[in-house]
């Protein structure tokens, strides 16, 4: 297995910021427009072990909201997850997290403008690519029209002011672009070649 180390200390970090994982788990980036309702539905996922909203690959580190907000950084909202390969694995974590969002849509979601709300995949281990590609074939197959979707190497991540982590268990009747009845059934399959 090649060693990641190195590209793992490129990934710059914005402060309070870690995507250090336990043994055996594993970590991408996901943007699905606003990040209150993805980081909700990513940590509802059976196998998800932690997630946080956060700010990537724009072009400052630790920027605020506002400085987000301007358009002016360039940043994804976006959220960091853990997960545990062993109940869900990466082709299933990435098809329900395309139930989270129209990947159609370019800088926007729901009633959310600007490129902060692009969607994304933003990948920490390079072995995750063919996956990533997999299931981006897969979902393709079900539009006409192309997908908007960017896949890139994650560059910088800096974690969200504290307002933003788990904003949807604060305030449950808080804004939301997301259909929670995307959610994988109880019991429904989330390792192998069987999606739903």
């Given amino acids: 297995m090649p060693d990641n180390t190195k590209k793992l200390s490129e990934i710059k970090l914005g402060q309070k910021t ?3 994982v336990d043994a055996g ?3 991408i980036v996901l943007a699905g427009g606003c990040f209150w309702g993805t980081e909700e539905f990513l940590r509802r996922l ?3 072990i932690n997630t946080y909203t956060a700010y990537a690959n ?50 926007k979601q729901g ?23 997999f299931v981006v074939e897969m979902i393709q197959e079900k539009y ?21 982590q788990d904003y949807l268990i604060k305030n449950p009747l808080g804004y939301c672009h997301v259909d929670f009845r995307n959610l994988p059934d109880a019991g429904a399959s989330m390792k192998g070649d069987k999606f739903e």
């Fill in 58 to 107: 724009g072009n400052t580190l630790s920027p605020t909201y506002e400085d987000v907000c301007s358009g002016e950084t360039l940043h994804a909202e976006a959220v960091y997850v853990e997960y545990n390969p062993e109940i869900i694995d990466l082709a299933h974590l990435l098809y329900y997290f395309f139930k989270s969002f129209d990947p159609r849509e370019l800088d």
């Fill in 25 to 27: 788990n594993k970590n």
């Fill in 111 to 133: 009633n959310d403008f600007g490129k902060q709300y692009r969607n994304g995949i933003y990948y920490l281990d390079e072995e995750d690519l063919d996956t990533i590609n």
């Fill in 46 to 48: 059976p196998g998800v």
């Fill in 144 to 164: 006409q029209e192309p997908l908007a979707t960017e896949v890139l190497p994650l560059d910088n991540l800096s974690k969200a002011e504290e307002f933003h």
């Fill in 18 to 20: 870690s995507i250090d």
